[in-house]
């Protein structure tokens, strides 16, 4: 199974691009990743991998723990699926229409995030939640 992450917007701060490499270097030694920026929704819309579940961050969604993220995500691994696209929006998040069409919309809580930062959280959670599907030290609850 593949992991994709679009994101609209640039990292352009230091600080951001290297906790975003550190943690996306660690996924990718679990899974392939594809870290994808565009400059707009509808780039957005058009670099959505094809066959890909598509898991809308969006504030109204569903807030998971740790574990339960890592127990989705065995579920969707386990299930035959080609990948998993995460979808972050820019400064006003995902139109409503791409969330609508998401199979799953994660919130990461209630705080409003900017949207560099919740990639980075995104990509720590995902490596957290493929640690705890290996049985490895990295989670200690």
């Known amino acids: 199974m593949k992991l994709s992450i679009l994101a609209v917007g640039k990292m352009k701060e230091a600080w951001v691009q290297e906790a975003s490499a550190e943690y996306a270097k660690r996924v990718r030694g679990k899974l392939p990743l594809d870290l994808v920026e565009v400059k ?8 959505i991998p094809p066959r890909h ?7 109204r969604g569903k807030e998971l723990t740790s574990e339960e993220l890592a127990a989705t995500l065995a579920r969707v691994m386990n299930g035959g699926e080609h ?3 995460f979808l972050i929006g820019g400064a006003d998040g995902l139109p409503r229409e791409l969330v609508g069409r998401a199979d799953f919309v ?13 990639r980075i959280i995104v990509l720590e959670q995902l490596y957290r939640a493929l640690s705890i599907l290996r ?7």
């Open 83 to 85: 990948g998993i696209s």
């Open 53 to 59: 579940k598509l898991w809308a961050l969006d504030e």
């Open 106 to 118: 994660w919130s990461l809580g209630r705080l409003t995030l900017p949207h560099r930062l919740a």
């Open 135 to 141: 049985g490895e030290p990295y989670h200690r609850a």
């Open 40 to 47: 707009d929704d509808a780039e957005l819309v058009r670099k």
